[in-house]
């Protein structure tokens, strides 16, 4: 079924002229155990982060019930989607699910999605950059709300940083 949904995908991003690009995916934990945490751009973003970093098996926090299954997570910290310049502000409650359940939390940026999203058919890149991953041994004394914070603020130096 994965093998379907990846060539169905891969026949989407030709046919809508999308040029996907993912960067920095070596930092990911190689158990494929982890939290993946993004902006926020367009309803087509899970698709999308899946087909970047080619993991079918990553599931959004908001596609039904978690079950710690050890497949990787993605949750969007700011709630909704947000076109705005700005981030939103993240909620702690990915970074308290990654506290609880032992999972790293990678930190990335997603630029490009909105336009892909489109429906009329225009090429578009799309960039799913990994910032960096916070391992479970350094959460230490920080807090969910902390981690929140450090994940929107690399986010949001790499979005002002590539614009």
């Not at 989407?12 to 190689?30: C, D, K």
């Not at 926090?61 to 497949?71: D, K, M």
């Not at 990787?72 to 990915?94: D, H, K, Q, Y």
Request: charged letters at 25%; one cysteine or more; a positive charge.
């Amino acid at each position: 079924m994965h093998g379907n949904r990846n060539l169905w995908m891969s026949l989407a991003l030709l046919l809508r002229r999308i040029r996907l690009e993912a960067v920095g995916v070596e930092a990911l934990p190689g158990d494929g155990r982890y939290l993946l945490v993004s902006n926020h751009r367009s309803p087509a973003d899970s698709a999308l982060v899946r087909a970047a970093l080619a993991e079918p098996g990553l599931r959004c926090l908001r596609e039904g019930p978690f079950s710690p299954t050890g497949a990787p997570l993605m949750a969007w910290p700011e709630g909704r989607i947000n076109t705005a310049e700005e981030l939103l502000p993240f909620s702690p409650r990915p970074f308290e699910l990654a506290r609880r359940e032992g999972l790293p939390i990678a930190i990335a940026s997603l630029r490009g999605s909105e336009a892909a999203a489109r429906w009329l058919a225009r090429p578009a890149r799309v960039c799913l950059k990994i910032l960096g991953v916070i391992p479970i041994r350094e959460f230490g004394e920080l807090d969910d709300e902390k981690l929140a914070q450090i994940a929107r603020e690399r986010i949001t130096d790499d979005l002002l940083r590539e614009a």
